[in-house]
């Protein structure tokens, strides 16, 4: 039977609010009256971002950078390490950098030539070094950077660090979790800390905005049908074991999302101005912007600033995974990420957060990948897979500018660290993922058991 185009965009909206999202305790650990007698949405009080870069990244261009003037050619049968920055592109420096900004400070941090102006953050940031991922496959790099736990080959374990963040907190927002383009776990928390999960911003646009698009099945009648009709013996077995009722209650968060509107919170191209003002903050001068770095960057802003969200996990930028070409296409790709990453700062800094300062002072960023490149270069050009890793912790309940850990002066090896201070140790240990993972939930003072390991207890504020 066709439906009537009008009545059936409803119908749709009811269904992907019943169907789509079942099981979707996903949109607030309360009630969600308690949610919709609250449509004035709050920022969470902590937030939490995961950016990653995807590929495995070149740390010899990124935040483990070496003097090309002492790891020369010359001596590349010693060092193993050739720093390859004779760049074809001059927005790229051939030494690392050190910024120093005026009523900052001098940095103690030395940054690769693909950081660009993100680097003037040294002062919210540490860099820890050295890190020993323990595999060189793509997946279980990333899972394991995802989860603080090795994989089973390549089998994720355990919860995403976000998960973990909405499983503890129950924060009041209407969608706890997002995760662009990026794998999430939920190992036994209940549904209200799942990550909502979306390719790019259009799924996301689809996704909390009302369908015009009817459908015309069996099924939508079934549920049609269902809704209103006198519980039966039959469909109380089935409230019983749980699924009615959630049923119902998935179907009444998404109406009320979709009430909501959340998704013009999302439409870059809306024509106000406030949409214009994030337009020119972000650089997105076209619809072909939105879905780029610094677009992922704004809707990553946009979601805490808005309180729709506690936590994002975002998949910002790719092309790393160079092993043919030259240093200079692998540099650009990294660019981009760091240059949506200065928008996206930036903004944090400048935007108050209604329980005092700004935005930063309330959000906490991890910046990472599966793994690193190699410290030579290939005979194509390009480097391949390395163990050795680093990555940026910065931002809320954290240190700042300081590296911790370190790696090797030969072939850039995971160094042996004292994992109290991360001063090189032969008697001390590797910083693995789980380290990292552990920092950030201690930096919320969540619990961090799940990690079987201590925190790296120098970097907490």
């Given at each position: 039977?066709?439906?009537?185009?009008?009545?059936?965009?409803?119908?749709?909206?009811?269904?992907?609010?019943?169907?789509?999202?079942?099981?979707?305790?996903?949109?607030?650990?309360?009630?969600?009256?308690?949610?919709?007698?609250?449509?004035?949405?709050?920022?969470?009080?902590?937030?939490?971002?995961?950016?990653?870069?995807?590929?495995?990244?070149?740390?010899?261009?990124?935040?483990?950078?070496?003097?090309?003037?002492?790891?020369?050619?010359?001596?590349?049968?010693?060092?193993?390490?050739?720093?390859?920055?004779?760049?074809?592109?001059?927005?790229?420096?051939?030494?690392?950098?050190?910024?120093?900004?005026?009523?900052?400070?001098?940095?103690?941090?030395?940054?690769?030539?693909?950081?660009?102006?993100?680097?003037?953050?040294?002062?919210?940031?540490?860099?820890?070094?050295?890190?020993?991922?323990?595999?060189?496959?793509?997946?279980?790099?990333?899972?394991?950077?995802i989860t603080g736990k090795r994989p089973i080959g390549a089998a994720a374990r355990g919860s995403s660090?976000?998960?973990?963040?909405?499983?503890?907190?129950?924060?009041?927002?209407?969608?706890?979790?997002?995760?662009?383009?990026?794998?999430?776990?939920?190992?036994?928390?209940?549904?209200?800390?799942?990550?909502?999960?979306?390719?790019?911003?259009?799924?996301?646009?689809?996704?909390?905005?009302?369908?015009?698009?009817?459908?015309?099945?069996?099924?939508?009648?079934?549920?049609?049908?269902?809704?209103?009709?006198?519980?039966?013996?039959?469909?109380?077995?089935?409230?019983?074991?749980?699924?009615?009722?959630?049923?119902?209650?998935?179907?009444?968060?998404?109406?009320?999302?979709?009430?909501?509107?959340?998704?013009?919170?999302?439409?870059?191209?809306?024509?106000?101005?406030?949409?214009?003002?994030?337009?020119?903050?972000?650089?997105?001068?076209?619809?072909?912007?939105?879905?780029?770095?610094?677009?992922?960057?704004?809707?990553?802003?946009?979601?805490?600033?808005?309180?729709?969200?506690?936590?994002?996990?975002?998949?910002?930028?790719?092309?790393?995974?160079?092993?043919?070409?030259?240093?200079?296409?692998?540099?650009?790709?990294?660019?981009?990420?760091?240059?949506?990453?200065?928008?996206?700062?930036?903004?944090?800094?400048?935007?108050?957060?209604?329980?005092?300062?700004?935005?930063?002072?309330h959000t906490t960023i991890m910046v990472y990948s599966e793994f690193s490149r190699t410290p030579l270069i290939n005979a194509s050009s390009g480097r391949?897979?390395?163990?050795?890793?680093?990555?940026?912790?910065?931002?809320?309940?954290?240190?700042?500018?300081?590296?911790?850990?370190?790696?090797?002066?030969?072939?850039?090896?995971?160094?042996?660290?004292?994992?109290?201070?991360?001063?090189?140790?032969?008697?001390?240990?590797?910083?693995?993922?789980?380290?990292?993972?552990?920092?950030?939930?201690?930096?919320?003072?969540?619990?961090?058991?799940?990690?079987?390991?201590?925190?790296?207890?120098?970097?907490?504020?």
């Amino acid at each position: 039977m066709k439906k009537n185009p009008e009545t059936s965009a409803g119908r749709r909206s009811f269904l992907k609010a019943g169907a789509g999202f079942l099981g979707a305790t996903l949109f607030g650990g309360m009630p969600f009256r308690s949610f919709a007698a609250t449509a004035a949405l709050r920022p969470a009080d902590r937030c939490f971002v995961f950016v990653y870069f995807s590929g495995g990244w070149d740390q010899l261009l990124a935040f483990d950078p070496r003097d090309p003037a002492e790891f020369t050619a010359e001596r590349v049968s010693e060092t193993r390490i050739l720093p390859g920055y004779s760049f074809t592109d001059a927005r790229f420096p051939s030494q690392p950098i050190r910024p120093d900004v005026a009523g900052r400070g001098r940095s103690n941090i030395d940054f690769g030539p693909a950081v660009g102006d993100f680097a003037n953050h040294y002062d919210l940031m540490t860099v820890v070094r050295g890190i020993n991922m323990t595999t060189l496959a793509h997946e279980e790099g990333m899972r394991y950077f995802i989860t603080g736990k090795r994989p089973i080959g390549a089998a994720a374990r355990g919860s995403s660090t976000a998960t973990e963040v909405v499983g503890q907190m129950s924060p009041a927002v209407p969608i706890p979790s997002i995760a662009m383009n990026v794998e999430s776990y939920n190992e036994g928390y209940p549904g209200s800390a799942n990550a909502l999960r979306v390719n790019n911003r259009n799924d996301l646009l689809l996704t909390l905005g009302k369908t015009k698009v009817p459908l015309d099945s069996e099924m939508e009648k079934h549920l049609l049908d269902l809704n209103g009709q006198p519980i039966t013996c039959e469909a109380a077995a089935y409230g019983a074991g749980g699924v009615g009722k959630t049923y119902a209650t998935s179907r009444e968060q998404m109406q009320q999302v979709l009430s909501s509107g959340l998704d013009t919170a999302f439409d870059f191209g809306f024509n106000d101005q406030e949409h214009a003002d994030l337009r020119g903050a972000y650089n997105l001068t076209s619809t072909a912007s939105y879905d780029q770095p610094a677009g992922r960057a704004a809707l990553v802003a946009t979601a805490l600033k808005k309180g729709i969200s506690q936590c994002v996990s975002i998949n910002l930028v790719g092309g790393l995974d160079t092993h043919f070409g030259t240093q200079t296409s692998h540099a650009i790709n990294q660019r981009s990420g760091f240059d949506a990453l200065n928008l996206l700062v930036k903004d944090l800094r400048n935007s108050p957060h209604p329980s005092g300062g700004n935005f930063m002072d309330h959000t906490t960023i991890m910046v990472y990948s599966e793994f690193s490149r190699t410290p030579l270069i290939n005979a194509s050009s390009g480097r391949d897979h390395h163990l050795t890793n680093s990555c940026l912790l910065m931002g809320a309940g954290l240190k700042n500018n300081q590296v911790f850990g370190r790696s090797g002066n030969v072939a850039m090896t995971p160094a042996v660290v004292d994992l109290r201070t991360g001063v090189s140790d032969p008697n001390g240990s590797n910083i693995l993922p789980e380290h990292i993972i552990a920092t950030v939930l201690a930096s919320a003072k969540l619990d961090y058991s799940i990690t079987r390991v201590q925190p790296l207890q120098s970097l907490l504020a």
